[in-house]
């Protein structure tokens, strides 16, 4: 099993900063794309941002050129630099991650592979003055 876990949510005036870090941890074989979700009350889940395993990223037009997505593979971590917050960006942030994990019988003589997609549990961000 693949666990992930955020943390870096806050309470920030408008203007402020935030950065927001995942860690996976678990039966990882290989993490392929990683992605930053968010909900606000009353709204749908979207999509904030993404990163490839190669470091391609994209993100959703309201957040381009304040947020920066990142990833360290070797740490299995993703992180979230949010600039210039605005009201609107309150919301509880989501991370999600796709890809294998490797997992073994009783004996270790045998190999699984299997594909995941985990979330974490989820951390506010609050932008208020």
């Known amino acids: 099993q693949v666990q992930l876990v955020e943390s870096g949510g806050g309470l920030v005036q408008p203007g402020g900063s935030l950065r927001l870090s995942c860690a996976a941890s678990g039966t990882i074989f290989s993490i392929y794309a990683m992605g930053w979700y968010r909900q606000a009350p009353g709204k749908q889940r979207e999509l904030v941002a993404a990163?490839?395993?190669?470091?391609?990223?994209n993100y959703t037009d309201s957040v381009k050129g304040r947020f920066t997505i990142s990833r360290d593979n070797a740490q299995n971590t993703m992180y979230l630099q949010m600039n210039n917050l605005k009201p609107e960006d309150t919301a509880v942030y989501y991370c999600?991650?796709?890809?294998?994990?490797?997992?073994?019988?009783?004996?270790?003589?045998?190999?699984?592979?299997?594909?995941?997609?985990?979330w974490g549990q989820g951390t506010q961000v609050t932008v208020s003055s």
């Open positions: 999600n991650a796709d890809g294998v994990s490797k997992t073994s019988n009783a004996h270790g003589t045998s190999w699984y592979f299997t594909d995941f997609n985990s």
């Open positions: 990163i490839s395993s190669s470091g391609t990223t």
